[in-house]
């Protein structure tokens, strides 16, 4: 089976501009979940797409957006880049069927950086 | 809301020999999951170890090990026989069981543990 892949690996943007990020979900995963990890710290959630539909939302403003498709595999897009949006952003899917007991198989992640 | 808290920013242990990683939570749920995650320079996090938090026994993958202490809200990670290819950034997460489309669907994870293995 494939596992989740994430495309590009790194990326550097200008701030103000706009970025889009993707991810492949492993097969047989129907849920996909996006995370934040600044430098040495840990993953922070920004959203998580179950049958094309966001499903659960973290702390972070609507310029954050994504899309899921029918095949599972999704975008994450950020909009009106800022300094702080320097980050790894690290996809994760998942098979779920409405309770929370599955780990994640994660992607190696995009490098953003902001500058 | 949960929260994950890893007091230990860098451990190091001598290889073959045994580390134990801390993990504390908060919840106010009675139900969950927990998860240990190891995260190389590759960057892609790898799943290590789950435990349910309704069963009492400890989980074990080979020489990984956990000790849950459920009324604790404890959830250590053993490394028994460490090898260098043990070395990387571990993460304590935690999951509600109650996850449901809509509500409470992410995976709350702590700052991490940098593990260095010395030959």
């Known amino acids: 089976e494939t596992g989740v892949t994430q495309s590009p690996t790194h990326l550097i943007k200008t701030r103000g501009q706009q970025v889009t990020l993707r991810c492949s979900s492993q097969?047989?995963?129907?849920?996909v979940s996006w995370y934040q990890q600044a430098l040495g710290q840990g993953p922070q959630f920004i959203f998580q797409?179950?049958?094309?539909?966001?499903?659960g939302r973290g702390n972070f403003p609507p310029r954050f957006s994504g899309l899921q498709f029918p095949n599972y595999s999704s975008e994450l897009n950020v909009n009106a880049l800022e300094l702080d949006d320097s980050a790894l952003y690290l996809c994760?899917?998942?098979?779920?069927?409405?309770?929370?007991?599955?780990?994640?198989?994660f992607g190696s992640g995009t490098r953003l950086t902001v500058v | 809301a949960q929260t994950v808290t890893q007091s230990q920013p860098e451990m190091s242990v001598q290889e073959a020999e045994t580390v134990t990683l801390s993990c504390t939570y908060d919840?106010?749920?009675?139900?969950?999951?927990l998860f240990w995650y190891k995260q190389p320079p590759s960057r892609q996090m790898i799943l290590v170890i789950r435990?349910?938090?309704?069963?009492?026994q400890n989980a074990t993958e080979n020489r990984f090990s956990v000790n849950f202490q459920k009324a604790a809200k404890s959830f250590s990670l053993k490394i028994s026989d460490s090898q260098l290819g043990d070395a990387a950034m571990y993460f304590c997460?935690?999951?509600?069981?109650?996850?449901?489309?809509?509500?409470?669907?992410?995976?709350?994870f702590g700052a991490g543990t940098r593990l260095t293995v010395k030959p």
């Open positions: 994760a899917s998942s098979f779920e069927r409405g309770v929370g007991r599955y780990g994640y198989t």
């Open positions: 097969s047989g995963h129907n849920t």
């Open positions: 797409y179950y049958r094309e539909e966001e499903n």
């Open positions: 919840t106010s749920e009675s139900d969950y999951y």
């Open positions: 435990q349910e938090a309704y069963k009492q």
């Open positions: 997460a935690y999951r509600s069981a109650f996850s449901r489309p809509g509500r409470n669907n992410d995976m709350r």
